[in-house]
């Protein structure tokens, strides 16, 4: 009866990961067809404009105050760095592990960033991002997306998800790659009305909280 019950619930949680992997090739799929304009929602149909990054976005630098003044450390302020969003598990970040005080804000380019930033790693891990829930600093391994009015930041986000290759090919460097501000702003792109980039986003984010859901 013992291992009657565990088979059950093996085949369950393998049943489950198939199901995760299809939702996920569904996604991957909708994510490129709908972010390119290749598949329109039901009641769009406007010409997308050609655009770049940078018409569409501010981009702000991160900085890292000096790691031996102990007063510029252990504050308040959410300072986020490269690894931290490559582990995490959605789109969106609210805490780091590491926060710096007001001094270390002062004496150091970092800066804070409102909520919806996009955080978009520059460094390494080339092209990973997450949005800003509240007000936060990075280092400088980032580029960080202030949306400009008319753009919708996640869907944004989604559109830079698609874009590492590109991102990749543009950056620079010798000891590591790095993507300049320049680089990122002169990337072109197509970008629909606000009213359809909330739609686009709003299919791809309810597909992905499905499966954070079914993960979970």
């Not at 005080?101 to 970092?110: I, P, R, V």
């Not at 007000?135 to 590492?164: E, H, R, W």
């Amino acid at each position: 009866a013992i291992s009657s019950i565990l088979s059950d619930l093996d085949n369950h949680i393998d049943n489950l990961g198939k199901l995760i992997e299809k939702k996920k090739d569904i996604r991957d799929g909708a994510l490129e067809d709908l972010i390119s304009g290749k598949t329109r929602l039901d009641g769009f149909d406007d010409v997308w404009q050609e655009t770049t990054i940078g018409d569409c976005t501010y981009i702000l630098q991160g900085g890292t105050p000096s790691t031996t003044n102990a007063n510029y450390w252990n504050g308040n302020i959410v300072w986020v760095t490269p690894s931290e969003i490559t582990k995490l598990k959605g789109m969106f970040i609210s805490d780091s592990e590491r926060k710096i005080t007001e001094s270390g804000l002062k004496n150091s380019s970092a800066q804070i960033l409102p909520a919806g930033t996009i955080l978009l790693c520059s460094r390494a891990t080339i092209g990973e991002l997450a949005i800003a829930e509240k007000p936060m600093t990075t280092n400088q391994g980032f580029k960080n997306l202030v949306c400009k009015v008319g753009i919708d930041n996640v869907f944004m986000a989604y559109l830079l998800s698609t874009l590492k290759d590109i991102m990749i090919s543009k950056a620079k460097g010798t000891t590591f790659l790095e993507l300049s501000k320049k680089a990122l702003e002169t990337i072109k792109v197509k970008i629909p009305k606000y009213e359809e980039q909330q739609a686009i986003a709003s299919v791809l984010t309810a597909m992905d909280k499905e499966i954070e859901h079914l993960e979970a």
